[in-house]
């Protein structure tokens, strides 16, 4: 039987016919409604001819190709056993989804494929072995075919505080293979592998996605054959994993999409299917409102008592914060990170009546509090260490990072030692949130079990505290997959808060996760990470669209930093709703400025930054092209006030005084005067449907108070 699956533009053909295995006939634009004859037409429409000495029948790259197919590519399956071509032995619809089962011998692959209300494909494998002997797995990839337009390939590179660079190319005939080692996604982690017809961009362009939903080892692929097929693949790295008999392995989730509208078009399908279920299956109602954050690790350090922190506690309420989080240097022994980890208790000479006096001076401020943990780490300096060295993952002599080492969680020990401390400090203390950080890679084979086992510690402690928000931080963004936010509400896309890097960071995670789940902060005027200087308006400007919050001794700052800090805070909170369930839209990279917004689901109003990363091209700067709005309908412009920020032209645009009033398409076309920003200016737009009421343009309007 052939298969056809549609769903919201896309459409999905897998041919079961026969007893081979099943082979994806198209993937991509909706072909529209096919009657089974239909289908069978362009199966046989679509059956390739013979090339010259090759094997003697037409190629049919099924979804396991094998040697004995003629498929002399990179192997997809490698197991023990899997000699000669699989065989069909299974297969069933329902709904959107559906489920295959391809034999050889005793060694089953039982693939699910899904095709979600927003397009998005879903595919993952189970692979049983059902004889009685052991067989070795080398490989599960999940792979699909690839049109041959698909010729150019966008991916991520990175390292700390510089995650998700992207990198393209046109690759010829061969492989191109991204595989992460880290025991985690990895600061390099390719992320999202992209292929797409020549140019592909923001906003037009056919493009094809791929995203493993997993948390540690993998690798992503694409091979180009000079028989013609193009296959992209995505899977976990297995260390020589052994199925004993009746034992089974499920691979991770390949997330795939495909856009005919650029990357930007990907972003349509992947937002709206994640927020369907993102925020936790045990909260009626969904993610609620994201509160904006201060974190006190640029602010204090390793330098914690009451008397340092509560002034913090008083400020931060003072500019609007909602959530305060008490990070790294809380527990016992922790003077420095070359210590305590995995002793989690409070430490009583810097906190001699616990955190109670504190959490109680950030509850009668009216902020919820969080803490920060790191409990998949050890250090070799910890009475932990000392008690139970079975336990370490990694030990001495084995080399540490960041003067830590890694606690096997596939210990059943380890593993309910790390869940009763956690358990303990949330039924102790009323913590709404643990920002859960991971600063090291694993540097160890076989790390499967180890995700295993977080995934596991994780879903049992969702289930004894539901009500407890989770922040997933990797020495920044090193941990960042679907998988995991199926557990955490946060990433925390990078540790650096200069926002000349952050721009680029959050812009192409951006492509996959949701804004709200994306935490950004207003760091200091000079970044930690690399000296450079920002103004406060382009440090308002970069958090403002995202999870928000501020990370700066805000004891030490002047009474016009900590107004401008709550005006725009007070901003962020009125824009809240828009920002987090609109439509991301962004424009191409032109002239050394990022552009990008969100618009709402009905196209009536937006918001927009403009930001200057380099230096311009001209004195007189290109006019902005306002991406994603209704070019039917007419829309008033305005400046958000969020302060100062550095100019170099003698005046800025007349229109900035008292706004202008174009229509979505003017607005696209790119008619709207800009000023001449130094590299770290940004301005920001609001734009509402001119018919809308104006009461609230007090708070938009440039000079305005906005609180």
Same mark, same amino acid.
């Given at each position: 039987?052939? &298969?056809?699956?549609?769903?919201?533009?896309?459409?999905?053909?897998?041919?079961?016919?026969?007893?081979?295995?099943?082979?994806?006939?198209?993937?991509?634009?909706?072909?529209?409604?096919?009657?089974?004859?239909?289908?069978?037409?362009?199966?046989?429409?679509?059956?390739?001819?013979?090339?010259?000495?090759?094997?003697?029948?037409?190629?049919?790259?099924?979804?396991?190709?094998?040697?004995?197919?003629?498929?002399?590519?990179?192997?997809?399956?490698?197991?023990?056993?899997?000699?000669?071509?699989?065989?069909?032995?299974?297969?069933?619809?329902?709904?959107?989804?559906?489920?295959?089962?391809?034999?050889?011998?005793?060694?089953?692959?039982?693939?699910?494929?899904?095709?979600?209300?927003?397009?998005?494909?879903?595919?993952?494998?189970?692979?049983?072995?059902?004889?009685?002997?052991?067989?070795?797995?080398?490989?599960?990839?999940?792979?699909?075919?690839?049109?041959?337009?698909?010729?150019?390939?966008?991916?991520?590179?990175?390292?700390?505080?510089?995650?998700?660079?992207?990198?393209?190319?046109?690759?010829?005939?061969?492989?191109?293979?991204?595989?992460?080692?880290?025991? /985690?996604?990895?600061?390099?982690?390719?992320?999202?592998?992209?292929?797409?017809?020549?140019?592909?961009?923001? /906003?037009?362009?056919?493009?094809?996605?791929?995203?493993?939903?997993?948390?540690?080892?993998?690798?992503?692929?694409?091979?180009?054959?000079?028989?013609?097929?193009?296959?992209?693949?995505?899977?976990?790295?297995?260390?020589?994993?052994?199925?004993?008999?009746?034992?089974?392995?499920?691979?991770?989730?390949?997330?795939?999409?495909?856009?005919?509208?650029?990357?930007?078009?990907?972003?349509?399908?992947?937002?709206?299917?994640?927020?369907?279920?993102?925020?936790?299956?045990?909260?009626?109602?969904?993610? /609620?409102?994201?509160?904006?954050?201060?974190?006190?690790?640029?602010?204090?350090?390793?330098?914690?008592?009451?008397?340092?922190?509560?002034?913090?506690?008083?400020?931060?309420?003072?500019?609007?914060?909602?959530?305060?989080?008490?990070?790294?240097?809380?527990?016992?022994?922790?003077?420095?990170?070359?210590?305590?980890?995995?002793?989690?208790?409070?430490?009583?000479?810097?906190?001699?009546?616990?955190?109670?006096?504190?959490?109680?001076?950030?509850?009668?401020?009216?902020?919820?509090?969080?803490?920060?943990?790191?409990?998949?780490?050890?250090?070799?300096?910890?009475?932990?260490?000392?008690?139970?060295?079975?336990?370490?993952?990694?030990?001495?002599?084995?080399?540490?990072?960041?003067?830590?080492?890694?606690?096997?969680?596939?210990?059943?020990?380890?593993?309910?030692?790390?869940?009763?401390?956690?358990?303990?400090?949330?039924?102790?203390?009323?913590?709404?949130?643990?920002?859960?950080?991971?600063?090291?890679?694993?540097?160890?084979?076989?790390?499967?079990?180890?995700?295993?086992?977080?995934?596991?510690?994780?879903?049992?402690?969702?289930?004894?505290?539901?009500?407890?928000?989770?922040?997933?931080?990797?020495?920044?963004?090193?941990?960042?997959?679907?998988?995991?936010?199926?557990?955490?509400?946060?990433?925390?896309?990078?540790?650096?808060?200069?926002?000349?890097?952050?721009?680029?960071?959050?812009?192409?995670?951006?492509?996959?996760?949701?804004?709200?789940?994306?935490?950004?902060?207003?760091?200091?005027?000079?970044?930690?990470?690399?000296?450079?200087?920002?103004?406060?308006?382009?440090?308002?400007?970069?958090?403002?669209?995202?999870?928000?919050?501020?990370?700066?001794?805000?004891?030490?700052?002047?009474?016009?930093?900590?107004?401008?800090?709550?005006?725009?805070?007070?901003?962020?909170?009125?824009?809240?709703?828009?920002? &987090?369930?609109? /439509?991301?839209?962004?424009?191409?990279?032109?002239?050394?400025?990022?552009?990008?917004?969100?618009?709402?689901?009905?196209?009536?109003?937006?918001?927009?930054?403009?930001?200057?990363?380099?230096?311009?091209?001209?004195?007189?700067?290109?006019?902005?092209?306002?991406?994603?709005?209704?070019?039917?309908?007419?829309?008033?412009?305005?400046?958000?006030?969020?302060?100062?920020?550095?100019?170099?032209?003698?005046?800025?645009?007349?229109?900035?005084?008292?706004?202008?009033?174009?229509?979505?398409?003017?607005?696209?076309?790119?008619?709207?005067?800009?000023?001449?920003?130094?590299?770290?200016?940004?301005?920001?737009?609001?734009?509402?449907?001119?018919?809308?009421?104006?009461?609230?343009?007090?708070?938009?309007?440039?000079?305005?108070?906005?609180?």
């Amino acid at each position: 039987m052939i &298969h056809h699956l549609r769903a919201a533009g896309v459409g999905f053909i897998l041919d079961t016919r026969g007893a081979a295995a099943p082979a994806v006939l198209h993937w991509g634009r909706d072909l529209g409604p096919l009657t089974d004859a239909d289908l069978i037409e362009l199966a046989d429409a679509a059956v390739p001819a013979v090339a010259p000495s090759s094997v003697d029948a037409p190629l049919r790259v099924s979804v396991l190709p094998a040697l004995a197919d003629g498929w002399t590519g990179r192997p997809v399956l490698s197991a023990d056993g899997v000699r000669g071509p699989g065989t069909l032995t299974g297969s069933r619809r329902a709904e959107r989804e559906l489920r295959t089962t391809t034999s050889w011998g005793d060694l089953h692959v039982d693939t699910r494929w899904e095709l979600t209300d927003e397009g998005v494909l879903l595919v993952a494998h189970t692979v049983r072995n059902d004889g009685d002997a052991p067989v070795r797995l080398g490989a599960a990839d999940l792979a699909l075919p690839l049109p041959g337009r698909a010729r150019e390939l966008l991916d991520f590179h990175g390292r700390w505080a510089a995650e998700r660079r992207p990198q393209r190319q046109q690759p010829g005939v061969g492989v191109w293979l991204r595989e992460t080692r880290h025991g /985690r996604g990895g600061h390099d982690d390719p992320f999202l592998l992209l292929a797409g017809v020549s140019g592909f961009g923001f /906003r037009d362009g056919e493009v094809w996605a791929l995203h493993l939903a997993w948390s540690g080892d993998k690798r992503l692929w694409l091979e180009r054959s000079e028989l013609g097929a193009t296959v992209c693949a995505a899977g976990e790295v297995l260390d020589d994993l052994t199925l004993g008999p009746g034992e089974h392995y499920t691979s991770p989730t390949l997330v795939a999409a495909w856009s005919g509208a650029g990357i930007d078009g990907l972003s349509d399908r992947f937002h709206p299917w994640i927020r369907s279920w993102a925020g936790g299956p045990s909260r009626a109602g969904g993610l /609620r409102p994201r509160p904006v954050t201060l974190n006190t690790w640029e602010a204090l350090y390793f330098d914690h008592s009451l008397e340092r922190v509560a002034p913090l506690v008083d400020r931060a309420a003072e500019v609007g914060v909602e959530r305060f989080v008490l990070d790294d240097g809380w527990f016992r022994g922790r003077t420095d990170d070359r210590r305590a980890l995995g002793d989690w208790e409070v430490d009583e000479t810097k906190w001699p009546e616990g955190l109670d006096p504190l959490i109680a001076r950030v509850h009668e401020a009216g902020m919820e509090f969080g803490l920060w943990i790191e409990p998949e780490m050890v250090s070799e300096d910890s009475d932990l260490a000392r008690a139970h060295p079975e336990w370490m993952l990694t030990a001495p002599p084995a080399v540490t990072w960041r003067w830590q080492h890694v606690l096997d969680l596939d210990h059943p020990d380890a593993w309910t030692y790390v869940y009763d401390r956690v358990d303990a400090l949330l039924r102790r203390y009323p913590i709404a949130a643990l920002k859960w950080d991971h600063n090291r890679d694993l540097l160890a084979p076989g790390t499967g079990r180890q995700v295993r086992a977080l995934y596991r510690l994780l879903d049992a402690l969702r289930a004894a505290h539901p009500a407890v928000e989770i922040e997933s931080c990797a020495s920044g963004g090193g941990r960042v997959d679907l998988e995991m936010l199926r557990r955490v509400e946060r990433f925390w896309p990078s540790d650096t808060n200069d926002p000349l890097e952050r721009q680029g960071i959050q812009r192409w995670t951006g492509i996959l996760i949701p804004p709200e789940h994306l935490g950004s902060h207003v760091g200091d005027a000079r970044a930690h990470t690399t000296g450079r200087v920002s103004d406060l308006s382009f440090r308002l400007a970069t958090a403002l669209f995202l999870h928000a919050g501020i990370e700066s001794d805000l004891t030490r700052l002047s009474d016009a930093e900590r107004d401008g800090l709550r005006r725009g805070i007070a901003v962020h909170r009125e824009l809240r709703p828009l920002l &987090h369930s609109g /439509r991301v839209v962004r424009a191409d990279l032109a002239d050394g400025v990022l552009v990008h917004g969100v618009v709402s689901a009905d196209g009536h109003e937006g918001v927009f930054s403009y930001a200057v990363l380099d230096r311009p091209g001209g004195a007189i700067v290109p006019p902005l092209a306002v991406p994603g709005l209704d070019p039917s309908l007419f829309y008033r412009v305005d400046v958000v006030g969020l302060g100062e920020t550095t100019a170099i032209q003698d005046a800025a645009p007349p229109w900035f005084a008292h706004g202008a009033r174009l229509s979505g398409a003017a607005l696209a076309e790119g008619v709207l005067a800009m000023p001449l920003l130094a590299p770290g200016g940004a301005v920001v737009l609001r734009v509402r449907h001119a018919a809308l009421p104006r009461e609230s343009d007090v708070a938009w309007t440039q000079g305005k108070d906005a609180s």
